[in-house]
T-cell receptor, first 117, second 115 residues
């Protein structure tokens, strides 16, 4: 089955600096890579996702890059703010439109991001 | 539109007791999932359902059973709770439209402590 590794497990950055979280996956068939943000005591919420037909996607201060050859993808947060402090999870799955419901997300172990004011 | 809800929010069980966790969604989503979240281990899939009346095993199904008698509800049962089942349980649902923009929506979680 799929195996997703995520690094680092903890990350502290000064407010205004950039943060980068990296994930690798093992199943070359994986084609859908979402990133979730989980604040303390809250549910995971999708912040950005990427599909294997693109190499990079941006949404304001957040960007995700994908290298299918190397089987790794990364989350980039620029101009970090205190509200960015949370645990971030990457995930991977094989998204088959003809068999949509059998999508099974495999999650990384999470990165606790702390923004230092 | 409440989205995905979970009942209860918190529960303490003694070893050997049984309980059922309820996940309900009012978005008419076809697919539903149960995950457990443990420190340092991310979220792991327990069971999932691709439609009313169907269930399938995920990554860590042992010790759990599920049922999807109604499309809007997905129940997770623990027949004989063990301390290793102490965890935070999240339910998620996914719409059926294969338009490429869908993603799993998570419930607020149930914190379970087994003594």
């Amino acid at each position: 089955g799929e195996n997703v590794e995520q690094h680092p497990s903890t990350l502290s950055v000064q407010e205004g600096d950039s943060a980068v979280i990296k994930c690798t996956y093992s199943d070359s068939a994986s084609n859908y890579f979402p990133w979730y943000k989980q604040e303390l005591g809250k549910r995971p919420q999708l912040i950005i996702d990427i599909r294997s037909n693109v190499g990079e996607k941006k949404d304001q201060r957040i960007a995700v890059t994908l290298n299918k050859t190397a089987k790794h993808f990364s989350l980039h947060i620029t101009e970090t703010q205190p509200e960015d402090s949370a645990v971030y999870f990457c995930a991977a799955s094989v998204r088959d439109i003809s068999n949509f419901g059998n999508e099974k997300l495999t999650f990384g172990t999470g990165t606790r991001l702390t923004i230092i004011p | 539109n409440a989205g995905v809800t979970q009942t209860p929010k918190f529960r303490v069980l003694k070893t050997g007791q049984s309980m059922t966790l309820l996940c309900a969604q009012d978005m008419n989503h076809e697919y539903m999932y149960w995950y457990r979240q443990d420190p340092g281990m991310g979220l792991r899939l327990i069971h999932y359902s691709v439609g009313e009346g169907t269930t399938a095993k995920g990554e860590v199904p042992d010790g759990y059973n599920v049922s999807r008698l109604k499309k809007q509800n997905f129940l997770l049962g623990l027949e004989s709770a063990a301390p290793s089942q102490t965890s935070v349980y999240f339910c998620a649902s996914l719409p059926s439209l294969a338009g490429g923009r869908e993603t799993q929506y998570f419930g607020p979680g149930t914190r379970l402590l087994v003594l």
